[in-house]
Nanobody
Framework: QVQLVESGGGLVQPGGSLRLSCEGS????????MNWVRQAPGKEIEWVAT???????SYAEPVKGRFTAGRNDRTSTAFLQMNSLRPEDTAVYYC?????????RGQGTLVTVSS
């Protein structure tokens, strides 16, 4: 069965950095597009980044230049390096297998950006 486990969240001050990780299992990781999405309190799910083996990595405008997403197909993991964090980045972050709106996702990891 598909499992996705995110980790690395926490409390960080504005301007700080965090690195999130996602471990996938129960599916052939390298065959799938992987995504990062987030959900802020009281808001809808927001797309953050997509890692596609054919088309590369793409980012939402609010995070472009600050976040870097990547994947390691040998270890079935993905990461999201987040720099210059802002209070508006506060959210639960999820990695998603396949289509970012409807694909399988993990339990999420909470990122709180606050002084």
């Amino acid at each position: 069965q598909v499992q996705l486990v995110e980790s690395g969240g926490g409390l960080v001050q504005p301007g700080g950095s965090l690195r999130l990780s996602c471990e996938g299992s129960g599916f052939t990781f390298h065959l799938y597009t992987m995504n990062w999405v987030r959900q802020a309190p009281g808001k809808e799910i927001e797309w953050v980044a997509t890692m596609n083996r054919s088309f590369g990595t793409s980012y939402a405008e609010p995070v472009k230049g600050r976040f870097t997403a990547g994947r390691n197909d040998r270890t079935s993991t993905a990461f999201l390096q987040m720099n210059s964090l802002r209070p508006e980045d506060t959210a639960v972050y999820y990695c998603v297998k396949g289509a970012w709106k409807t694909g399988d996702r993990g339990q999420g990891t909470l990122v709180t950006v606050s002084s």
